[in-house]
């Protein structure tokens, strides 16, 4: 009985635990420059609009600009161009929804987890987290060796170090069968830029902005060089695989944008964080689509799309052009590119981990700031072991199927959030029930299921299967659109807004998760995994550590008067004028 009793204790306390989310300061009694936290030390603002602009744009432009353009555009043709439209229109309804809760919740580091964790609860917060940190885990010890070969091929432009440089420096030296992959640069590459965000935001703001600086010149220079080489008849057909491959071409760019949620994660630096957060995010997706647009352009009128190999498409067509001092130019910017996404990355996981460790769902080492630096250097130092022992050690290049679900649960997941909180102001707290469920719960279903609906769409398209079928999912996602549109009232938030919610987030949820049917089986199965060992850290650890109304304070920012009540037109001003 005794037992029972315990069992019955423990699952309530879970379950209390799990669905408890974090409370919102009341905005009239905070300024939006007061932040406390558990380690007694914040982050400081430092940032400004430029330089949150150049984080999402070093974040999301690695060498794949070089490389993905041209290995899609073998396989859609110069259509291409309008593949990379497509996720990039993706991708801004999804930065919308990052920038509505950006301007809402700007005050502390967090990102969709912060999000979640006031949205929804602790348990999903603790879940989105996880999945997105395992795919910056991978993707930083995947791009530290990236950056490593790049960095030899640069060297071997050099007399002295061709074919002088061994495989174990930056290549990879198998060991064991294969078991292990040394390789020495890649951690060397780590621990300096690990140093150098230790140094302190501004430090490491000012590499990112150079680096940055230097990729974009590059591939403007790059365009326009192109530009001249180009012949128009290249691009007839436009489509000569018909609209599925540039549609299939689209869910494999969607990746190459990945990387503007960083912007959301510079919150407790930025100086004005309700202004600049949803331009930083924005501005910077603008800018990488009007850069991919361009690059794919220039390739598919260089040379015919179907002499465009795997290896380094883009250089070897401005050799075949016998402009092979571009191709130096393009290892260079891939030198760059790879820099600052690595140098971000880094950025983004330690600020993470300092909002866990500041609720308590990681040991409170990671809330730790320095009190003269402002950084926080055991999650700093944490996460650059991690990926220079990943880097050093393995071919996590192998594991590279497996990436992407974080982003993609991620982005899902802050859609979600974005109609949610519009709900909490007038439903949630007033506890209105329909029947056996509240009004807030059948919203919940409601976008569960457009996710379902999502995810069979998916699962049609990847098994090419009549496009018919396909009708059934989607009515079932319209149909749930429909009930989120008529059965709630939507506030209208302060600072930046999303448009048409509940309709633009419900086409981001469906959309994300059409791609996650997209990806490898071992994908879904990382997803499953991972999920039940991260409820099963949280049942042992973080439900008896967390606090969702830690010492930090969290404000919601809003306007003391109605002139500056909705900020969407002048952001989208601003952003007009960059």
């Keep these: 009985m005794s037992s029972q009793q315990n069992n019955a204790t423990w699952i309530s306390h879970f379950l209390s635990s799990a669905l408890r989310s974090k409370t919102l300061t009341p905005p009239h009694q905070q300024d939006i420059s007061s932040v406390r936290t558990n380690s007694g030390n914040g982050l400081v603002r430092r940032l400004r609009l430029f330089d949150l602009i150049l984080i999402g744009v070093g974040a999301s432009i690695g060498a794949g600009i070089f490389v993905v353009t041209g290995t899609v555009a073998r396989d859609t043709g110069p259509a291409v161009t309008l593949s990379f439209i497509l996720a990039g229109v993706s991708c801004v309804i999804n930065a919308l929804c990052y920038a509505e809760l950006a301007s809402r919740i700007p005050a502390v580091?967090?990102?969709?987890?912060?999000?979640?964790y006031v949205a929804f609860n602790e348990l999903t917060a603790f879940l989105v987290f996880a999945q997105l940190m395992l795919d910056y885990h991978i993707g930083a010890a995947s791009i530290a060796r990236s950056l490593a070969s790049y960095v030899v091929q640069v060297l071997e432009l050099f007399p002295f170090f061709k074919d002088n440089i061994p495989s174990w420096l930056g290549g990879g030296k198998q060991l064991f069968g294969g078991a292990l992959s040394l390789n020495i640069l890649a951690p060397i590459l780590l621990v300096i830029l690990t140093l150098i965000l230790c140094r302190g935001v501004g430090e490491s703001s000012m590499v990112n902005a150079f680096m940055t600086a230097t990729k974009i010149i590059i591939v403007i220079i790059v365009i326009f060089a192109g530009a001249f080489e180009v012949d128009?008849?290249?691009?007839?057909?436009?489509?000569?695989?018909?609209?599925?491959?540039?549609?299939?071409?689209?869910?494999?760019?969607?990746?190459?944008?990945?990387?503007?949620?960083?912007?959301?994660?510079?919150?407790?630096?930025?100086?004005?964080?309700?202004?600049?957060?949803?331009?930083?995010?924005l501005g910077s997706l603008l800018i990488c689509i009007a850069l991919y647009i361009g690059v794919c352009l220039v390739i598919t009128g260089m040379v015919p799309y179907t002499l465009l190999g795997d290896e380094a498409p883009l250089a070897n067509a401005f050799t075949?052009?016998?402009?092979?001092?571009?191709?130096?130019?393009?290892?260079?910017?891939?030198?760059?590119?790879?820099?600052?996404?690595?140098?971000?990355?880094?950025?983004?996981?330690?600020?993470?981990?300092?909002?866990?460790?500041?609720?308590?769902?990681?040991?409170?080492?990671?809330?730790?700031?320095?009190?003269?630096?402002?950084?926080?250097?055991?999650?700093?130092?944490?996460?650059?072991?991690?990926?220079?022992?990943?880097?050093?050690?393995?071919?996590?290049?192998?594991?590279?199927?497996?990436?992407?679900?974080?982003?993609?649960?991620?982005?899902?997941?802050?859609?979600?959030?974005?109609?949610?909180?519009?709900?909490?102001?007038?439903?949630?707290?007033?506890?209105?029930?329909?029947?056996?469920?509240?009004?807030?719960?059948?919203?919940?279903?409601?976008?569960?299921?457009?996710?379902?609906?999502?995810?069979?769409?998916?699962?049609?398209?990847?098994?090419?299967?009549?496009?018919?079928?396909?009708?059934?999912?989607?009515?079932?996602?319209?149909?749930?659109?429909?009930?989120?549109?008529?059965?709630?009232?939507?506030a209208d938030p302060p600072g930046f807004s999303c448009p048409g919610v509940p309709i633009v987030p419900s086409i981001c949820i469906f959309f994300n998760i059409f791609l996650f049917a997209q990806l490898h089986y071992e994908?879904?199965?990382?997803?499953?995994?991972?999920?039940?060992?991260?409820?099963?850290?949280?049942?042992?650890?973080?439900?008896?550590?967390?606090?969702?109304?830690?010492?930090?304070?969290?404000?919601?920012?809003?306007?003391?008067?109605?002139?500056?009540?909705?900020?969407?037109?002048?952001?989208?001003?601003?952003i007009v004028e960059l």
């Design 523 to 574: 994908a879904w199965c990382r997803f499953v995994i991972l999920t039940i060992i991260t409820i099963c850290g949280y049942a042992v650890y973080g439900q008896y550590h967390a606090n969702a109304s830690s010492n930090e304070t969290i404000d919601v920012y809003r306007p003391a008067d109605n002139s500056t009540k909705n900020l969407r037109p002048v952001i989208l001003a601003s």
């Design 232 to 281: 128009v008849s290249n691009w007839s057909p436009f489509a000569p695989k018909g609209f599925n491959a540039v549609l299939t071409g689209a869910t494999v760019v969607f990746f190459a944008y990945v990387g503007f949620d960083a912007v959301a994660n510079s919150a407790e630096e930025a100086k004005r964080p309700q202004r600049d957060l949803p331009i930083g995010i």
């Design 320 to 490: 075949s052009k016998g402009l092979k001092y571009v191709s130096i130019l393009i290892s260079i910017g891939a030198v760059a590119g790879l820099t600052t996404t690595l140098l971000v990355g880094l950025y983004v996981q330690s600020r993470l981990y300092l909002g866990l460790g500041r609720d308590g769902l990681l040991p409170s080492l990671f809330s730790k700031v320095h009190p003269t630096r402002h950084t926080p250097i055991h999650s700093q130092i944490w996460v650059g072991t991690i990926a220079a022992i990943l880097a050093g050690l393995f071919n996590v290049h192998v594991l590279s199927h497996i990436l992407s679900v974080g982003s993609l649960t991620g982005y899902s997941v802050v859609a979600a959030c974005a109609v949610s909180l519009r709900w909490k102001d007038e439903t949630t707290a007033d506890k209105v029930y329909s029947g056996k469920i509240s009004k807030w719960q059948e919203g919940v279903i409601c976008l569960f299921t457009v996710a379902c609906s999502g995810f069979g769409a998916g699962i049609i398209f990847r098994v090419d299967a009549s496009l018919i079928f396909l009708i059934i999912p989607l009515v079932v996602a319209i149909a749930a659109s429909t009930a989120l549109y008529c059965r709630h009232t939507y």
């Design 109 to 116: 580091v967090g990102g969709a987890y912060l999000y979640t």
